[in-house]
């Protein structure tokens, strides 16, 4: 993996990039000035000057969906949309997508298990919309995957431009237990002393030792092998292309070294 290209550092402007093919600069996001842990409020300042529309996918513009749907495809977006609060005429449905599941303004679930509407002090109770009921505690990526396997046996004699957009790996980080036993073990026989701290005291690892947010990583690997899966039982793997992607990926902290990243 040699060559990578977001065309934001911020998630809402570089979604709009990938589902618009339009530059940030376009639509009132050129860029993000002061932007770091400790500049918050800076930062919220800078937002609230710049053009509101850098937060929604533009009107105007022909959004992948309706290029698809043009070409004749059905069309389906399941998972995380957070393209603004507009969700009178600016969700899935609104851009070129038949069915849409799971998709709100939000850009985080309050919590990964069912019913997902709370996670200790969060103030988000909504939870993902239109998806079929689960038992409690199911684990949103595998209901997620879920409901696109579903989609995809449904669409199955016809073209079609399915998105499955994981809310994982955003916070709130949490994956279940299953998972994540493995990677405790595993941190056991890592060295995590190899770490260092910048100006503001805040200290920054160069060997990854969160074993819940593996859970989540490889929930979502998961989720990928069974969507390959399912399309292999419907005979379909030969005819679909798939593309593994993310919006921004970002640092929580910035890029702050030349080191910040690199492992």
Known sequence: FANAYSAHPKCIPARVGIFSGTYPARFGMPAVQELGMYEQKKTMRCFENLNIQA???????????????????????????????????????????DISIGANDLGAPASYFHPYTHAGNSKNKVAPPDMSDRERGTYLTDHLTDETIDVLTQLKDDPFFVVLSHYAVHTPIQAPENITRAFLEKRSRLNTTNAYSNAHGAVYKTTQDHPIYAGMLS????????VRDALARLG???????????????????KKTLQSGED
């Open 219 to 226: 929930s979502v690997d998961r989720s990928l092998g069974r």
């Open 55 to 97: 937060y929604k996918l533009p009107k105007h513009a022909t959004s992948l969906g309706e290029a698809f749907q043009e070409g004749g495809y059905k069309t389906a977006y399941l998972g995380k949309w957070h393209f603004g609060k507009n969700l009178t005429d600016g969700t899935p449905r609104h851009h070129g997508f």
């Open 236 to 254: 379909l793997a030969d005819s679909t292309a798939i593309v593994f992607t993310s919006d921004n990926g970002g640092l929580a902290s910035g």
